[in-house]
């Protein structure tokens, strides 16, 4: 009688230690080192409350042939989960899932626009933003950002380096944090194209002017296609020593969007004014999406030196070689807005 009493009594204790804790809706963080071993996994579970006895759970492990998948990591562990739960939690590595800081920069976007957006969405100050990309020396071991020269005629000097796409960043990120992503991401974009290298050289182009060109490109061109064309037309002006005379350069300059530039916008004297001066101007003027920096790099061939914009709402362009079919061009896309 006495025997079944200690036996009854043993099978009490084991199955009260091994049942879980008392359930509640408040997680317990847990964290898992690299390199922990079970056993001290099992004692740390016990420590913080997940489990009731450590010596049945390694009991437990051992006949399930358990533990040695156990991956580390912090979990949320919420009180009342059986042996099999924590088990295959641990298994899987559902750990805790950080805060994040997610933002989207849409390609084209001006530093200034970036800035306003990033402080609008509350990750960073936009005056702390536009102070930092001004100072390049900050991110020199980023290759692409030690090649840049100095130019006082720059309005901003990282302007066109911050590549635009969505970036999650740790919750907490601060603003230099998120310009060395950005600057990163610029980075690994160009070296992902093929033959990077030798297309520049064979272009006779730097990184800042294959930004330069780019960022023209994507303010100037609504449809994919016609990227490549543009961009054509862009080097043959530049090899025929003629002004480039494109409105998203005024517009960059003026610091705001204008539905419709005037003469005087087109007479202010400014380094960035293609209408006023010959070549590239002195730095890129909006974030290039990879799409135009290859246009860039690999421009179509054709003897165009003018576009205009149709005005039948496609947003495509009429190309011509000659000033006097550029006129009639004009002529037309105006009939077409009727």
Not at 119 to 128: I, Q
Not at 183 to 188: A, I, K, P
Not at 205 to 214: D, G, S, Y
């Amino acid at each position: 009688m006495v025997i079944l009493v200690v036996l009854a009594g043993s099978a009490l204790y084991v199955w009260q230690s091994t049942k879980p804790v008392t359930a509640s809706t408040e997680p317990v963080i847990f964290t898992i080192d690299k390199g922990t071993g079970t056993s001290q996994i099992a004692d740390n579970l016990e420590e913080n409350g997940i489990i009731r006895n450590s010596l049945f759970f390694k009991v437990y492990l051992k006949l399930n042939n358990e533990g040695a998948g156990f991956k580390a990591g912090t979990y949320a562990f919420v009180p009342g989960q059986s042996y099999k739960e924590i088990v295959t939690a641990l298994n899987n590595g559902d750990v805790q899932q950080e805060e994040t800081l997610k933002f989207t920069i849409p390609e084209g976007y001006t530093l200034k626009q970036m800035a306003e957006k990033l402080d609008t969405e509350g990750a960073t100050v936009k005056e702390l933003f536009m102070d930092i990309v001004n100072q390049p020396e900050l991110f020199s071991s980023i290759p692409i950002v030690a090649e840049i020269k100095d130019n006082t005629d720059y309005l901003f000097k990282l302007e066109g380096y911050l590549f635009p796409e969505t970036y999650e960043l740790a919750k907490g990120s601060t603003a230099e944090d998120i310009i060395v992503r950005m600057l990163t991401e610029m980075q690994e974009k160009l070296d992902s194209i093929p033959d990077f290298e030798a297309k520049l050289k064979a272009r006779g182009l730097t990184v800042h002017e294959l930004l330069t060109v780019a960022s023209l490109i994507e303010r100037e061109v609504v449809v994919p296609e016609e990227r490549p064309l543009v961009a054509s037309v862009i080097y043959n002006r530049l090899e025929s020593n003629m002004r480039l005379q494109i409105d998203a350069t005024v517009q960059y300059l003026l610091g705001k969007q204008k539905e419709r530039l005037l003469y005087k916008d087109l007479e202010v004297d400014s380094p960035y004014n293609t209408y006023r001066n010959t070549g590239l101007p002195p730095g890129p003027i909006a974030a290039p999406s990879l799409s135009s920096i290859e246009a860039a790099l690999s421009p179509e061939t054709s003897d165009y030196l003018f576009y205009v914009t149709k005005k039948d709402g496609s947003s495509e362009h009429l190309f011509a070689k000659t000033y006097e079919e550029h006129l009639k061009n004009i002529e037309k896309s105006k009939e077409s807005a009727e």
